[in-house]
């Protein structure tokens, strides 16, 4: 490999070093910031599209009554919400995250498989399109839940499943190729020095989550493959009618699922590992046992699936043992908010819209799993079970947790992607907005689920009424907020002030010894980690 | 339209005064019976324990962001770690954890003691509505939803159990352990009544146990909560509780009325009679997915106004109503209405929105068709 850039070094000086012209630039790029930039424009996009949906779903919702969709659309608005904010939205934006920081992160030229990156990002949009696409068939798009419980999403499926199924697959295929990608970029392009207890904690947690999507997608791709027998080649992997299990499906989907949802917080644990200790201008606190403590985390991952199936009628002893393991997750968690609250103990902090964004995750973060400690004690599960108590926890995990985690991180490197400032009043706006905005609309959604309501349904009594439509409210808050957000990114790279290459001044890490905006190709010299 | 200050005047109106039925309601109520009590304890002792939690963590953190920034002037330390706070916070937490753990798993055992039963109700979940089953007792029937459509479309005033109620609830004695044995008919169903502390899958194929023993008469309502198509937001769960007296002399009642329905098979029927037991009885089986219009839901649900089978010979309409679609939503009914309903259905079916067959098919006709098939 070192053969190569030498030749490359001397003979081919005269090459273009910047990026090609015109649209091709972005059809046939291998360059990580380039893909980076692509993966979090999409992620963005299907953001949009993802949130838009939610509007739908919060407008149905803002009255008891059918006002604005009938029930057959309504369960595709929450069907398509969930999978596009789940494979569309977050997953997208931690690659393209890791895309840009890991080889800056690392002190590597690019990614270890420029091409396989090329192409895990463009199977993509093709997944995307022919899943949107289901909407406007006959009999409508996939309406069973972003979960597709069998036999709702075999027997009793709209025809549009096998397109769900294919870009389901295609989405597993384009995850697996990213997780492949990041494993190898850690392991073998680190700048001499950079041991694996020297990385920075984003690029731990990426390494670990590569390793849960490398170990869960295939899970996922076999989940949806005896779907598509079941469907279509007589098969009953899912009908007790022909000998199979309608449990069976929900086994193999949690199998997948739960490691899944730390496969959405773990790269944002990470980030905000690095903006804390940069805006309380003082080191990470106990960066060995967050490491350990991540770990941890992802391997308790495989073993509590079964608690998203309290109610399946599992034996007491699997109810037990599920109960147990997922309580045990809060203890490497609680190491972790410990540590980031310790680390900002005695700094020197200020609150620019990264720190906000992060002391925020924080915050609402361990308010989500404070609600997932609950929902862990078995018997209390049958009560919040699929209601909207169970909404409003995974969405408090989502929303300031993985969505507030990739904000945080736009903002922290957002010089080092445009080479100008963002505009920092417009940025504290957007926090605000969206903080006030997010709680608002997620935290009543616990009332009304302890009071009662179950999840996936168009309309409700009204004793539900009033705390629906503040949740309305605040969600149109939270939405119309991120039209703010683009506009701020927009302004950024087409002026704001030029930014120096380490705009923090508590910052830490290879990336800010790169120029802003990083040129197009950064550290062909490794550097040298001590 | 949020130009107009009046809208929000209203919107703000509705927040204040929101009609009689609306509540505040932020938490679970303790229910009706032991088990919703202890679980309603754990939940309690849990949320408390995460306050406390909260208040500790939040506060720290709260009173370091208001003290140790640079606007006051701080100079950053530079500590960075302590291996004995590490394990403190490793073993607090576990040891809280434990604690937690013992009046949970106490919970959890006694919920699945399913023992000792003394009256047996096998539930089953449908697309979208609930059967009830009293085993030995030769009764059972459908919950079906009661709530107009013109409320749900609001073009009537919603009733205070808009959603929340059914033509026939459940009925259970109270004091006494009553077993449901908790089963599906097309997909996942959950059966749930949060005063009883209740949720249990409906699961085509398997058979799901839980029991319940309920302190006072009343009536207990609960939803549906796994995700079963169109409808799953209209198909409530209500539980009436009597005191053993009253359930005594209602189910003497469901059992006479059991048996003058099976006569009905042998009466001689008039096609207007069939027709109007036929229209009441599609309503409340065939019109969620069929519509009351007859034209169907396209292409999930096909329209039955001008089918080929519900225009065609009677023995194939016939079929596919008892024996259902294999593949579709379309279920099999010959085990769910009587032949009574079922020839009432498919005679009405065949006359009805322009249909104009023109004959009749009676109850004998359904067992003699279900005789031949056997």
Redesign the interface.
Known sequence: MSAVIDTHGHAGHDHHHGPAKGLMRWVLTTNHKDIGTMYLWFSFAMFLLGGTMAMVIRAELFQ????IVQ??FF?QMTTMHGLIMVFGAVMPAFVGLANWMIPLMIGAPDMALPRMNNFSFWLLPAAFSMMVSTLFM???GP???WTF?A??ST??A??SVTFFIFAVHLMGISSIMGAINVVATILNLRAPGMTLMKMPLFVWTWLITAFLLIAVMPVLAGCVTMMLMDIHFGTSFF???GGG???LFQHVFWFFGHPEVYIMILPAFGAVSAIIPAF??????????MVYATASIAFLSFIVWAHHMF???IP?TG??FF??AT??I??PT??K??NW???????????ETPMLFS?AF??LF??GG??G??LA????D??Y???YFVVAHFHYVLVPGAIFGIFASAYYWLPKWTGHMYDETLGKLHFWMSFVGMNMAFFPM??VG???M??????????F???N??SSIGAFMFGATQLLFLFIVIKCIRSGQPAAAKPWDGAEGLEWTVPSPAPYHTFQTPPEVK | MMRHPRVWMS?LL??AF??A????????APGATEVSR??FD??MT??WI?VV??VV??G??FW??LV????TG?????????TT??IL??VV??VI?VL??IP??K???E??DNSESELDIQVTGY?WKWHYKYLGQDVEFFSNLTTPQD????LAV?G?????EVDEPLVVPVGTKVRFLITAA???H?W?V?AL?????A????I??SWTRIDEPGIYR?????????????MPVVVEAKSKVDFATWLAERKQLAATEKELTSKEWTLDELMARGEKAYNTACAACHQPTGEG?P??FPALKGSAIATGAAAGHIGIVVNGKP???MAAFGKQLSEVDLAAIITYERNAWGNKVGDMVTPKDILEFKKAQE
């Not at chain 1, 179950?454 to 004793?463: A, F, V």
């Not at chain 2, 039925?21 to 679970?28: F, L, Q």
């Not at chain 2, 140790?68 to 606007?71: A, E, G, V």
């Open positions: 008891p009554g059918l006002q029930p057959e369960n006959e009999g409508g309406n069973f839940g419980y036999p709702l027997t009793y709209p025809e009908s007790a009618a299990d309608p449990v309380a201008r003082k080191p990470l606190f106990g960066y060995t046992s109610t399946v009628g007491l109810e037990l109960m147990y309580m045990l809060a203890v609680g190491v908010v410990f609250a310790s680390t900002m103990w005695q700094g020197s902090m200020t609150f002391v924080v915050i361990t308010i404070f609600s400690l609950m004690i078995a018997p209390a049958f009560q079970h699929d209601t616990h009332f302890l009071a009662g179950p999840r996936r349904i168009p309309d409700y009594n009204m004793m009424a009033n705390f439509m503040v | 919107l509705c927040l929101s009609s039925h609306a509540s505040w309601t932020v938490n679970m202890s679980v754990l939940h849990i949320f995460c939690i909260g963590v939040f720290a953190m370091s962001m140790h920034r640079r606007s701080q100079q950053p330390a530079h500590f960075h770690e302590s706070v590490e916070w490793t937490p576990l954890l937690m753990a949970a798993t919970t959890l055992i919920i699945y697309q409320q749900i479309n609001n919603k205070e159990h808009y959603l929340l097309d997909v996942i959950s749930w949060p502390a209740v949720k249990k899958d699961i085509p194929g398997f799901n146990e609960g939803q549906c909560t796994e995700l079963c198509g169109k409808d799953h937001g209209f839901l292409p999930m593949g579709t939503a």
